[in-house]
């Protein structure tokens, strides 16, 4: 059984305007220098599929973990959103 951290669809479309439900991924990101095709790599998903995960917020615990370890942030600050 997957497990999805997910927002709710109404908060995912109102910050699908302004890009990114979760700043601090895109921040740490950058910081770091991927692009998200490097990041769709490591999770080993398509760009495509990386990008509508951080706008709907539905990333899998394992792509979770996977991105915490990558970023080296815990998950409370790398998926904080104003909503929290």
């Given at each position: 059984m997957q497990l999805y951290y997910n927002y709710s669809l109404q908060y995912a479309n109102s910050e699908e305007r302004r890009g990114t439900m979760f700043r601090n991924l895109e921040a740490?990101?950058?910081?770091?220098?991927?692009?998200?095709?490097?990041?769709a790599k490591k999770l080993g998903i398509s760009r495509v599929s990386y990008e509508n995960k951080k706008k709907n917020g539905k990333f899998t615990t394992l792509e979770i973990k996977s991105l915490c370890k990558l970023f080296k942030c815990k998950f409370d600050y790398l998926f904080f959103t104003d909503k929290d």
């Amino acid at each position: 059984m997957q497990l999805y951290y997910n927002y709710s669809l109404q908060y995912a479309n109102s910050e699908e305007r302004r890009g990114t439900m979760f700043r601090n991924l895109e921040a740490e990101q950058a910081r770091m220098g991927y692009t998200n095709t490097d990041v769709a790599k490591k999770l080993g998903i398509s760009r495509v599929s990386y990008e509508n995960k951080k706008k709907n917020g539905k990333f899998t615990t394992l792509e979770i973990k996977s991105l915490c370890k990558l970023f080296k942030c815990k998950f409370d600050y790398l998926f904080f959103t104003d909503k929290d």
